[in-house]
């Protein structure tokens, strides 16, 4: 044992749902179906469950599932899904945002989008494909 910590491995796929499901009244005002969203990342064939919620942030290994099936599961409690591949963005500082899901979920996926502020804005920038990422 030398001391040093095995490298890391980054997640190499990400399913972001969307929920319309709204547990603070002032989530209402945001596009139905799109009011809340959380991420799954998968690392080395096991899921991390990633739900940032305003008043607790619970990440969770959920397992190992096939992605057809997981898909499956959220979508038929209701979720929209989008695919993303998560990248490590440059080492910049970014602007501060307040803490919501949205802005949570694009930290994770290493997207700077300074104009994304909504899960619906997430949601179609997620529907926009680009070369060599999300």
């Given at each position: 044992m030398?001391?040093?910590?095995?490298p890391?491995?980054g997640?190499?796929?990400?399913?972001?749902?969307?929920?319309?499901?709204?547990?603070?009244?002032?989530?209402?005002?945001?596009?139905?179906?799109f009011?809340?969203?959380?991420?799954?990342l998968?690392t080395?064939?096991?899921?991390?469950y990633?739900?940032p919620?305003a008043h607790?942030?619970?990440?969770?290994?959920i397992g190992?599932?096939?992605l057809?099936?997981l898909?499956?599961v959220?979508r038929?409690?209701?979720?929209?899904?989008?695919?993303?591949?998560?990248r490590v963005p440059?080492?910049?500082?970014?602007a501060?945002?307040?803490?919501?899901?949205?802005e949570?979920?694009?930290?994770?996926?290493?997207?700077r989008?300074?104009?994304?502020?909504t899960?619906?804005?997430l949601y179609?920038?997620?529907g926009?494909?680009?070369?060599?990422?999300?």
């Open positions: 030398t001391g040093e910590a095995a890391v491995a997640p190499d796929l990400a399913v972001v749902a969307f929920t319309g499901r709204a547990t603070l009244p002032w989530l209402r005002v945001l596009r139905p179906g009011r809340h969203c959380f991420v799954l998968r080395r064939g096991q899921w991390l990633y739900d919620m607790y942030t619970l990440a969770s290994v190992a599932y096939p057809l099936g898909l499956r959220f038929g409690q209701g979720c929209r899904v989008r695919l993303a591949r998560p440059p080492p910049r500082a970014l501060w945002r307040p803490y919501t899901c949205v949570a979920a694009k930290r994770v996926l290493g997207l989008e300074p104009w994304v502020f899960p619906w804005q179609r920038r997620l926009r494909r680009r070369p060599g990422g999300v």
